[in-house]
């Protein structure tokens, strides 16, 4: 009588040795490579897997080029291998819950994972939100943070300091004249290099980028920030700096 125990034997190139491995775990990973075969779902796992946030099927099927529905097809196929799980997000507003998707424990990065950093940052802001930190405590961080950047500064005008500790942080600011009076100036952010953590989190992250910026304008002196777009704002992604004597 034949008795199945649920290994095979995998003859290794150092002589005389035999490994060991169990039936079902080679099964699994055979599984997980017939799923990761797929061109498009290959390039959902890289983007989850590069991601500090989970993301939605709309925001995959943006950023891919490829239909909602069938990005929604390729996830099932990814969370039934066990690559990817999922989490139904209430908003607080009417309608069905927006499901966020995200590597599962264990899943392999494939050399995808973000960088220590963005991921440090990423776990910092849910801490932050999970120990009750709000717009207010962000803003507050930031300020002091762009005050030390501001006393280190060699510009001359607040504009120019900010404008400069905005582009070495990668916002690519776009500085323009903001009325006829040229007492005021605005920035726009043509790049966020926090934009998917300030999705996730957009009131810590944003209002951490707005006190940075009345840190610098405030430390340097000349200046005030009169108005501050963020992600959930009418018009986002920019700073009005109002001045002391015309833009130039």
Not at 42 to 59: F, G, I, N, P, V
Not at 189 to 214: D, I
Request: proline letters at 3%; hydrophobic letters at 40%; one cysteine or more.
């Amino acid at each position: 009588m034949a008795i199945n125990t649920g290994y095979i034997l995998k003859i290794c190139l150092v002589a005389g040795s035999v490994k060991r491995v169990n039936r079902h775990e080679s099964e699994h990973q055979l599984a997980v490579l017939k799923a990761l075969g797929d061109e498009n779902r290959y390039a959902m796992y890289e983007e989850l897997a590069r991601s500090t946030a989970a993301l939605s099927a709309s925001e995959l099927a943006e950023r891919l080029g490829i239909h909602a529905n069938t990005v929604r097809l390729h996830l099932e196929r990814l969370r039934e291998v066990g690559l990817v799980d999922v989490e139904a997000v209430h908003r607080g507003t009417v309608g069905r819950p927006q499901h966020l998707y995200f590597l599962s424990a264990g899943a392999p990065g494939l050399g995808f994972d973000p960088p220590a950093h963005a991921l440090l940052a990423g776990l910092l802001a849910a801490m932050a939100e999970r120990v009750g930190a709000d717009a207010d405590d962000a803003t507050a961080t930031g300020r002091v943070w762009g005050s030390e950047a501001g006393t280190r500064t060699r510009a001359r005008s607040c504009l120019s300091a900010l404008e400069a500790e905005l582009t070495k942080l990668g916002f690519e600011p776009a500085l323009e004249a903001d009325g006829s009076d040229g007492q005021s100036a605005r920035i726009e952010f043509l790049l966020c290099p926090f934009r998917e953590l300030a999705e996730a989190y957009p009131e810590l992250v944003c209002n951490l980028h707005r006190g940075l910026c009345e840190g610098v304008v405030e430390a340097v002196g000349g200046g005030t920030v009169d108005d501050f777009g963020t992600l959930y704002d009418a018009e986002p992604c920019h700073v009005t700096v109002g001045l002391g004597k015309a833009v130039g």
